[in-house]
């Protein structure tokens, strides 16, 4: 089994700064939620794997209440200071269970926590217990089919590889969620703007809050930061490049 950052031991104090999205990027996100979802407003949304809050606030400016689902205490915690909204609540539980009534959520997005997700085809049944009839699912996750070019990521020895390694293939995904009783809409790619500058985002990767840091080994992580720190030096003001981020939208049936 892979082996995933402890989120209540370490990553919760550092998540929101390693992991801290542009107004850009976030805007990204949003636009492309809103060609999926239905044009009436408020929807009720769900953040599955909620974390620190990275997208709840935003998307309840955008389309209505969201209920943040987050099993790591502390990472709530943190949502709770750093992410508040007056039309958010973070509340515990998972994808295998959500805490939320029957048919209560317009829809539901899982940004990059799919792969945490230990019991698959139970949380596939579970958010088709939560999401009314029609409703969507988005789901932003890495698949080893269909992995992201991911600039910094290259530059570590096996980097594609090792996270690769986290995911299981695209079928699986469809295969499972499909069984569940949801219908595909979509699959396609997210065009997520640069991060900022190369300094930027090497101070934020010192932080080590990707989970494919735990995969690695010394030497890897090593020899990536050495090759990061050398690029960075040359031109430190220089954008990071984007990346193409997959996104597959799902309905209810």
Known sequence: MVKFADYEAEQYQNYARGRALTERQLQTWISAFRALLPPTRPLA??????GTGRYSPALAD???PVT???????MREQALTQSRHPAVRYLAGSAEELP???GSADYAVLMQSWHHVQDQPGAARELVRAVKPGGRLLMHSGHSDHMPRIWWLEQFPRGPEVDASMFRPLHE?????????????????????SSG???ELLDQLRLRT?????LFTAEEVETGFRRLEHLVAQD???PVPGAAMPLLALERR
């Open 100 to 102: 939320v009534e029957s």
């Open 62 to 64: 955008a389309f209505g």
């Open 197 to 199: 500058s190369r300094a």
């Open 236 to 238: 430190p003001d220089a």
């Open 45 to 50: 949304g769900l953040d599955v794997g909620s």
């Open 173 to 193: 995904a469809v295969e499972t969620l499909t069984s569940a009783g949801w219908r595909v809409i979509s699959f396609g790619t997210v065009e997520e703007p």
């Open 210 to 214: 990707h989970s494919v840091f735990e």
């Open 68 to 74: 943040g689902v987050e099993p790591a205490a502390r």
